[in-house]
């Protein structure tokens, strides 16, 4: 078991595979939108930059892991 494992799988994700790739990305999105205040531009403009990394190293995106079908 990865020692990164998001406490998140105890809780909302319970039933997901920790392992899987797809469901790290997801955990690691909930807690993002959890931390960061949207409320403001300054927050909202943040949350897209954090996006836009996301999808720069995610599944199926140059350099990230290969997406699985």
Do not use: K, N, W
């Amino acid at each position: 078991m990865s020692s990164d494992r998001s406490p998140r799988f105890d809780d909302d994700l319970l039933g997901l595979d920790p392992e899987d790739p797809e469901a790290r990305e997801f955990a690691a999105h909930l807690d993002r939108m959890q931390r960061l205040p949207s409320c403001s531009v300054e927050g909202y403009i943040r949350g897209v930059g954090d996006f836009a990394r996301s999808r720069r190293t995610g599944c199926g995106a140059p350099g990230g892991p290969p997406r699985s079908r």
